[in-house]
Every structure is written in C-alpha cells, then in structure tokens.
C-alpha cells in the first residue's frame, strides 16, 4: 500500500506542475499554481482528461475547491508535437474543470456549494448546479444556478421555471 501511495505521489508530481501553467492570467504572467490534493488520479492522454476521485481538493491562489470527483480536461499543444520529456501533458492548456458530488466553493469570505460545478479557464467562471447556495457572513441566497464570475468579482443566481430565487440579506448600517 504504501509503494502505491508513493507511486501515485511521484505521478502527480511529475504531471501536475505541467498542468497548471497557462492558468496564468495576471499580467506579469506570475500567477500561482493550481495545487490538486486527492485519493486518486487516473490519467486519460487520449480523451485530454485527469480525474481526480476520492476527497477532492483544488486550490488557487484565493480560490478552494472541494468535490467527490474533479474532471480536469486539456487541450493539446498547437503545435501537434508530441510532449516529449514534458510529462503527459507538455505544454497544453486546461481547458475546464468539472466536479461533481458535495462541490463546495471558498473565496474570501464567499462560500458556494451544490451538487456539481464546472470552471471555464478561458471565461474564468464557475457555474454551480443542484441545490446551489451562495453564503457572504451572514447573508444566503440560493437558487437552482449561480454563476461566479472571478475576473469581475460578482455572482447571479438563477431558478428553474417554476422556482424561486431565495434570499436572506443583513443590512451593515447601523441608525
């Protein structure tokens, strides 16, 4: 058990740092790593998919993400070369991250949960689906989607046909 256990940390370190580069959007090109922590890992080179099952942790920067399973899926290099020595992955790029099952996503002081969730790298957005909830302090909302818009620090909530947008909203003001 514990040659596999050391097994599965000499791929993830070998893969992962390849991973997580071109989620670089700060304009000095300097932003932090995206670090994944998990029971498993299966790697699929030909569908572009990792997934990460079991406890799922995903952290950025300000941003954690925790899930029973993350599908973490890439794009190929442009250039059709083959990743040579790189690691599984070369130079690609993520394209989105799916997780399903328990999501819970922290920023600041912003909590949202639901039954599953999927990141879009190149919109830097998450969207949250399944009994989603948005907590700021003491403030709730929940619906049946919130969308997280990182790059503009603001979210929408949105409810099915027949349901409805819920809110509870403390006031800061004092008279």
Same mark, same amino acid.
């Given at each position: 058990?514990?040659?596999?256990?050391?097994?599965?940390?000499?791929?993830?370190?070998?893969?992962?740092?390849?991973?997580?580069?071109?989620?670089?959007?700060?304009?000095?090109?300097?932003?932090?790593?995206?670090?994944?922590?998990?029971?498993r890992?299966?790697?699929?080179?030909?569908?572009?998919?990792?997934?990460?099952?079991?406890?799922?942790?995903?952290?950025?920067?300000?941003?954690?993400?925790?899930?029973?399973?993350?599908?973490l899926?890439?794009?190929?290099?442009?250039?059709?070369?083959?990743?040579?020595?790189?690691?599984?992955?070369?130079?690609?790029?993520?394209?989105? +991250?799916?997780?399903? !099952? &328990?999501?819970?996503?922290?920023?600041?002081?912003? /909590? %949202?949960? @639901? =039954?599953?969730?999927? #990141?879009?790298?190149?919109?830097?957005? +998450?969207?949250?689906? !399944? &009994?989603?909830?948005?907590?700021?302090?003491?403030? /709730? %909302?929940? @619906? =049946?989607?919130?969308? #997280?818009?990182?790059?503009?620090n603001?979210?929408?909530?949105?409810?099915?046909?027949?349901?409805?947008v819920?809110?509870?909203?403390?006031?800061?003001?004092i008279?």
């Amino acid at each position: 058990m514990l040659r596999k256990s050391a097994l599965i940390l000499f791929v993830i370190i070998s893969v992962v740092p390849f991973l997580f580069p071109p989620l670089c959007n700060s304009e000095s090109g300097n932003a932090e790593a995206i670090k994944i922590a998990s029971d498993r890992l299966d790697a699929y080179d030909d569908r572009n998919l990792i997934l990460f099952t079991g406890n799922v942790v995903v952290t950025k920067e300000n941003i954690i993400i925790n899930s029973d399973k993350i599908y973490l899926y890439y794009s190929k290099r442009e250039d059709g070369k083959e990743a040579s020595s790189k690691g599984m992955m070369g130079s690609g790029e993520i394209d989105r +991250i799916e997780a399903e !099952g &328990n999501v819970r996503v922290e920023r600041e002081d912003r /909590v %949202v949960t @639901g =039954d599953s969730a999927i #990141f879009y790298n190149g919109e830097q957005k +998450i969207i949250i689906r !399944g &009994n989603a909830e948005m907590k700021e302090g003491e403030n /709730v %909302v929940r @619906g =049946d989607m919130i969308t #997280f818009i990182l790059n503009e620090n603001r979210g929408i909530v949105e409810s099915s046909e027949n349901g409805r947008v819920r809110a509870t909203i403390y006031s800061d003001e004092i008279n």
